[in-house]
């Protein structure tokens, strides 16, 4: 941590779990018009992109033309699966009651059924955030992401699993709610899990008839340009979606927490979980609307379901009130950000350093959190 | 009249073929056709105003021409017409005026505004021609019968005169032989609907009965609310005719008890009202309906979701503290206050987190 805070008294807490609660009842009284445009707008850009990189890839014996298709195509997918699928399934524009818009049904241009998304991570990951055995975003169930992990010799391969991870993302994503390691595990079977099998099959069936064999087919002699534009720009959202992903609870400063901590958690208690458990990437508008405003993870996680480009103006208020409560704020640029989760990565693929002149200070700080945390709960 | 669906030109079908579809997995290609243009959606039943003006200051008549997804109506159905309003979609039902016989499918609504009415109010104000507003299919039972009764007795309040109306054309339409008496409660001549029309086709046809009563109407022959006597002027047996009554819930009170104190059988009624919403959110009152279970139960005040598992329902649900949105669940009709913000919603078919939602009277869920 670079600051030392303050110790939280439970009545300060939840003041200020009520000063969050009163920023949230702000902005839903001021949804509307402007709300509606803005995702209304995303959403043509999208469509645009997407109908526009599939057309230049058409004619991609041209090589601009392959290069500009599979950029639109990749900004597409990029749009798509984070400012658009992402918040429309956290039922951000429910308000607007357009079926269309419906966080319950809404489906995204990934392998990843949303209904298993929507258990996965608005769910598991929202309410469970950062909780080491609970929240399965730590490490997807692969990598060894907190020291709390018990490291076992098979994470040594740790850099390279994550490096195949953010290859074949949106997979990963798809599979992240089968709970695979619970089934390695003995804990649960194949058999149970046969439904969520058969939803991913259908859903990966359709993307990949779509992006590796119609698309392909129907362009005639582009074929193989089609087919390598379309793989691509599946890769290029897997990485993007992989680095923004990544950067937002496992920076060099985030918490994580244990399950006894996180019992019985008031109002305050949850959201000052959430805020010590994410951190922020700073960044022009473009950055912000490329990354699905998960630029922003610390008000996303404070206020999941408020659309998710209100985040830049609710964040002056957030740092404000963590100003005056003496709670750190963490945010930096992608490099140092992501060069932090990398460091990460590389350093928990080894054994604990045992014996060697204590913990060292983050992990110090985590701790005296820590039982700060257990104290109040 | 259902209206076989046009084989349409090459255009068309190809927008319908499933390879589109499938190369436009997982939105569908309807989500990209409406970009261009928003009444070519296969799904979608969508509507152009074609025309409007307006026939009284509290009232708008609306011309709309529905997309090749409509599939036609019967006299005295309704429509919910959807409109956005400050980004939020609104649907209210209106039964459309226009005879089922008219020619291009053209629905005429007229729309009477209330103070508090937003989707009235709006398409007063804010309805022009060009603007693309979204329906339903029609619905409900308010219809003539099949073969037509002989003699047909139509009474109405207020705006509950389109479906009546629509009946009314749609007889004139048939050379309807019988006779029809027509009987229309307004508040004033000012605010009376359908007046050159309904006195044009009283001229045109020699058994339609046509009289309109002023409830605040000083001393017409007509005046004041519905009573025995007003029948008189406009059918020769309201015994024996087939009735139907659209209005305001009074209205439809006093036909109902007349029509039982005389021993008939009840009369086709229809009424559009807004919920009565109580505020006692201390004690909690009403009743809970769970549609799709077709269960009930006394609301107990808590949130939804756990009145739905003590009423032996196991609706989906996460984290329990209106966070992850999975219990969200539609509200068909009534008020719930959000027991996170205190705010009070009454909004019909609307989506609320049920874990978070309490119930204030009485509260109707799709579950």
């Not at chain 1, 984070?82 to 489906?107: A, C, S």
């Not at chain 1, 055995?133 to 060894?144: S, V």
């Not at chain 2, 007509?222 to 009554?245: E, K």
Request: hydrophobic content about 40%; charged content about 20%.
């Amino acid at each position: 941590m670079s600051t030392a805070e303050s110790q939280l008294t439970r009545d300060q807490l939840e003041a200020f779990g009520r000063e969050l609660d009163a920023i949230r009842a702000r902005v839903v009284i001021d949804l509307g018009q402007r709300d509606a445009d803005y995702i209304n707008n995303v959403i043509r850009t999208q469509r645009g992109l997407e109908v526009a990189g599939r057309g230049l890839l058409f004619l991609s014996l041209v090589p601009p033309a392959w290069i500009a298709g599979t950029a639109a195509l990749s900004l597409s997918k990029i749009l798509d699966n984070m400012e658009i699928g992402h918040n429309v399934m956290h039922g951000q524009y429910d308000w607007m009651k357009d079926p269309r818009l419906n966080g319950k049904t809404f489906e995204w241009d990934t392998a990843c059924p949303g209904d298993q998304w929507r258990h996965s991570h608005n769910y598991m990951h929202h309410t469970h955030t950062n909780i080491v055995g609970k929240d399965r975003d730590i490490g997807y169930g692969i990598l060894r992401m907190s020291e709390d992990q018990k490291w076992r010799p098979y994470y040594l391969g740790n850099p390279i699993y994550a490096t195949l991870l953010a290859i074949f993302f949106q997979y990963g994503v798809a599979l992240h709610d089968l709970e695979a390691e619970r089934i390695a595990a003995g804990d649960t079977t194949w058999g149970e899990k046969r439904g969520m099998l058969q939803d991913i099959w259908r859903k990966v069936r359709g993307q990949t008839l779509k992006d590796y064999v119609l698309f392909p087919l129907v362009s005639g002699p582009s074929l193989p340009l089609v087919l390598a534009g379309n793989a691509t720009a599946n890769l290029a959202r897997n990485l993007w979606a992989f680095t923004i992903i990544f950067c937002g609870h496992f920076p060099e400063g985030t918490h994580e927490f244990t399950e006894e901590e996180a019992e019985n958690e008031t109002r305050g208690e949850w959201y000052y979980r959430q805020l010590l458990g994410s951190a922020n990437l700073t960044g022009g508008k473009l950055f912000h609307i490329l990354s699905g405003n998960l630029s922003h993870q610390i008000e996303h996680h404070l206020f999941p379901d408020l659309p998710a480009h209100r985040y830049a103006e609710i964040a002056v208020h957030v740092r404000d009130i963590c100003e005056r409560y003496g709670i750190s704020y963490n945010a930096g640029p992608l490099h140092k950000q992501f060069g932090s989760v990398v460091g990460k990565i590389v350093k928990l693929a080894l054994p604990p350093r045992a014996g060697r002149g204590g913990p060292k200070p983050d992990r110090n700080d985590a701790k005296a959190r820590r039982q700060e945390f257990a104290a109040l709960a | 009249m259902i209206r076989v669906p046009s084989s349409g030109g090459l255009g068309r079908r190809l927008l319908r073929s499933n390879l589109l579809e499938a190369l436009a997995y997982p939105h569908g290609i309807d989500r990209y056709v409406e970009l261009v243009s928003p009444l070519l959606v296969k799904r979608d039943v969508r509507a152009e105003v074609s025309g409007i003006f307006h026939q009284t200051p509290k009232s708008v008549t609306l011309a709309l021409c529905p997309n090749e997804n409509w599939r036609g109506m019967q006299a005295g159905q309704f429509v919910g017409v959807s409109v956005e309003i400050d980004g939020a979609r609104e649907t209210r039902p209106y039964s459309p005026a226009g005879s089922q016989h008219a020619a291009d499918d053209v629905l005429e609504l007229t729309v009477s505004t209330h103070p508090d009415g937003r989707v009235s109010r709006f398409l007063r104000d804010h309805g022009r021609r060009g603007m693309v507003v979204g329906l339903t299919q029609a619905q409900g039972q308010f219809v003539l019968p099949e073969p037509r009764p002989e003699r047909v007795l139509l009474i109405s309040g207020g705006s509950g005169i389109t479906p009546v109306m629509g009946m009314l054309r749609t007889l004139c339409d048939e050379d309807f032989p019988g006779e029809i008496g027509f009987l229309n409660y307004a508040r004033s001549p000012e605010l009376a609907l359908y007046g050159p029309e309904l006195r044009k086709l009283a001229e045109r046809h020699d058994r339609l009965y046509v009289a309109r009563a002023f409830t605040r109407g000083g001393k017409r022959a007509l005046a004041g609310r519905f009573c025995r006597q007003h029948l008189r002027a406009v059918t020769s047996d309201h015994r024996r005719a087939a009735t139907f009554v659209c209005g305001p819930p009074a209205l439809i009170d006093s036909v109902r008890s007349l029509w039982s104190a005389e021993g008939l059988p009840e009369p086709a009624v229809e009424t559009f009202t807004q919920p009565a919403i109580s505020f006692g959110t201390e004690r909690a009152e009403g009743v809970l309906s769970f549609a799709a279970s077709g269960c009930e139960a006394p609301n107990s005040g808590l949130p939804l979701l756990e009145q739905a598992e003590d009423a032996g329902l196991s609706p989906e649900h996460g984290c329990r503290m209106g966070i992850c949105n999975t219990c969200s669940c539609r509200k068909v009709q009534g008020a719930v206050r959000n027991a996170l913000t205190g705010a009070v919603s009454i909004a019909e078919d609307e989506q609320i987190r049920i874990c978070v939602c309490v119930p204030v009277g009485d509260v109707v869920l799709d579950l």
